[in-house]
């Protein structure tokens, strides 16, 4: 079992806040980890340390082999082997659906034109949306526009994948179309941190939880632990919270 | 008349709403007929169009507003009270009158307001607006007005690069940058606050003087332009390349940052985001300011006639002291009121094009994601 992902003594802050207190995860190669917690509680912004879009106030972070430093170089290589899903915002607005598929590809791995919409077509055919190739992201349901998104990271042929509530922006019943596609993405074995609300979701797909709590990680295990016999009061109490306003 | 407007609300019972209705009528008619019959005494005594101006317009303007609200207010009793069609119908003619009535007031008013301009101010007419001037000039202002014309596109051009350029290099990243970053604010703080013409004199009148090296010889031509123009242009470049490199970027900023993360998560450069992400959207945003810019710019070439230039307005000017007459300055101005037109409408063209895909913020672009209120960036 070969770690993708080994982070030490993260810490985070902005300005005076502490927003990860010295985080310890550990993410080998298949694993789905689901990052759960309140809101507020740093999910994004561990996502977003661990490829780099955060510089790390102390501690280190290593994706792939590869330490995450701030060295732009150095950090457009390894993002390179990550890919990252946001909440929103995620396609260009301005460019087709193929065109934001290829252009990592074509401007990152240099690939030809057409060498890049050979690599897109199967992956929107895989999602239903080869139809769509020239149609511009406004054209599409948010459903459609958070599955492309997927698609165009893994036109990169990341060896990690990261997920920010990818299903959050979303209207209830455009979500299942994306679980669906992030599971079937696990079921293949990509390695997945994904930070999410969806318990149901967690529940089914992930190999391990963690619990994020005041910036540190306050409980992990598998999911049928975490969900049935937490160890810890405020797990309880989150999911106990969690259940209640219908999530789970 | 006077009777009409002496007239209360009309009340609940039959005949009241039958006046309300008549009252509307009779005060929307007056209006009509008195904006009508001002026409009527202004044709017949052309010398005195200054009182049926007054006449037409204090009378039977406020008139027909009165009698508008009036006549709404009528039909609104008869609809409410479910009262007799004919009753509703008088009401609503009533109003359609008083439409005619305010219509015809202002319309003639207008018409009048010139008549009396025109006809009382016929030096004003033959300083400003002389046939045989305009025509005579005509030759003389077009040529320079071509020049005005060739400096603005071949400004414009340049400052579209040049703010852009500025804009980059204010946005770069790295403490390495931080000499450059300081020169681009320096550069924008100092030519924005210099007046126009300032810059213009200093440039052109000074920097052959200074002897540096990049300054273009006297027989120097560049585009068919001679040293002087030459110094016009890079003037009105340093102007204006400071004022749409702000628009730049706020374009820039503009642009959610989720944008920028997206691409640089993708393994994009911080350059390869910013030329093919974000710079094209910023681009697209900054059209309809940056087309405000182009039309100050375009102006401000007249300013070019106090460096020895002879554009537009020096050969205008010229021609109105040589003539004791401005008709030439007025043909040179509606050239330049002329050229902007299509300009806007074309602006209006393209943004409406690409209105749809600017607003494109994708999923859940209403959603204020707690890192993104916070102001993070990648
Ligand atoms: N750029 C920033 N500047 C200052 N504070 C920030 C910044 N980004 C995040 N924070 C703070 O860090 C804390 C954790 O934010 P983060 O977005 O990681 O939480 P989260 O667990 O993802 O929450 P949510 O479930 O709402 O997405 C918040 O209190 C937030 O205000
Ligand atoms: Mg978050």
Redesign the pocket.
């Known amino acids: 079992m070969t770690p993708v992902v080994e982070i030490r003594g993260l810490v985070k802050r902005?300005?005076f806040?502490t927003?990860l207190d010295g985080i310890d995860l550990d993410v080998t190669d298949h694993e789905v980890v689901c990052l759960i917690?309140a809101?507020?509680?740093?999910?994004?912004?561990?996502l977003r340390c661990v490829n780099g879009l955060e510089p790390l106030s102390s501690g280190t972070v290593t994706v792939a082999g590869r330490t995450v430093i701030q060295d732009d170089i150095k950090l457009n290589r390894l993002r390179r082997d990550v890919g990252i899903v946001f909440q929103s915002y995620n396609l260009f607005p301005h460019m087709t659906v193929m065109h934001n598929v290829t252009l990592a590809p074509r401007k990152v791995l240099h690939l030809s034109t057409e060498e890049a919409e050979q690599r897109a077509r199967p992956l929107l055919e895989r999602i239903g949306l080869a139809d769509k190739a020239s149609a511009y992201p406004d054209s599409l349901s948010g459903g459609q526009q958070q599955r492309v998104a997927i698609v165009r990271a893994l036109a990169m042929q990341p060896k990690l994948m990261l997920f920010d509530?990818i299903t959050s922006a979303l209207d209830p019943e455009l979500v299942n179309e994306v679980l669906l596609m992030m599971k079937d993405l696990a079921q293949e074995g990509m390695t997945m941190i994904v930070?999410t609300?969806e318990m149901a979701f967690a529940r089914d797909v992930a190999n391990k939880v963690c619990f994020?709590h005041q910036g540190k990680i306050l409980e992990e295990g598998p999911p049928q632990q975490i969900f049935t016999s937490p160890k810890e009061e405020r797990t309880a109490e989150f999911l106990k919270r969690t259940l209640e306003s219908g999530r789970l | 008349m006077a009777n009409g407007i002496g007239d209360t609300a009309p009340s609940p019972d039959r005949t009241a709403r039958d006046r309300g209705a008549m009252t509307a009528m009779v005060v929307s008619g007056a209006s009509v007929a008195l904006a009508l019959a001002g026409g009527l005494v202004a044709a017949l005594r052309a010398s005195d169009t200054n009182n049926t101006f007054l006449l037409v317009f204090v009378l039977a303007f406020p008139l027909g507003v009165f009698a508008l609200w009036f006549g709404r207010r009528a039909e609104t009793h008869i609809v409410d009270r479910d009262g007799p069609d004919e009753d509703e119908q008088l009401a609503r003619l009533a109003r359609r009158v008083a439409v005619a009535g305010i219509v015809l007031s202002v319309l003639l008013a207008c018409g009048l307001g010139v008549w009396a301009a025109w006809t009382g101010l016929e030096d004003v007419q033959e300083i400003f607006f002389s046939l045989p001037d305009l025509g005579d000039s005509a030759g003389l202002v077009t040529d320079g007005f071509l020049l005005n014309v060739k400096i603005f596109v071949v400004a414009e051009v340049l400052v579209l690069v040049w703010g852009l350029v500025v804009a980059v290099t204010r946005e770069l990243p790295g403490r390495a940058a931080a000499p450059l970053r300081w020169l681009a604010v320096a550069y924008v703080d100092i030519f924005r606050g210099l007046p126009a013409i300032i810059t213009i004199y200093l440039v052109v009148f000074g920097l052959p003087l200074s002897r540096l090296p990049i300054v273009p010889g006297t027989d120097a031509s560049f585009l068919g332009f001679d040293q002087v123009e030459m110094l016009g242009v890079l003037a009105l470049v340093l102007v204006y390349g400071a004022y749409v490199a702000e628009v730049y970027r706020a374009g820039i900023e503009s642009v959610h940052w989720s944008q920028r993360a997206a691409a640089q998560g993708l393994g994009l450069s911080r350059g390869q985001a910013m030329r093919y992400v974000v710079v094209p959207q910023a681009l697209r945003r900054v059209v309809p300011p940056l087309m405000n810019d182009f039309i100050g710019l375009q102006k401000d070439t007249a300013l070019l006639n106090i460096a020895g230039i002879f554009e537009g307005f020096a050969a205008a000017s010229n021609y109105a002291n040589n003539n004791f007459n401005l008709s030439s300055v007025t043909g040179l101005g509606i050239c330049f009121v002329v050229i902007t037109i299509p300009m806007t409408r074309f602006t209006d063209y393209l943004v409406r094009r690409d209105q749809r895909r600017l607003r494109g913020g994708g999923v859940g672009a209403a959603v204020t994601?707690?890192?993104g209120a916070?102001?993070?960036?990648a």
């Open positions: 902005f300005g806040t927003v917690g809101s507020g509680s740093g999910k994004s912004t561990l509530e930070a609300h994020l | 994601d707690v890192v916070s102001g993070g960036r």
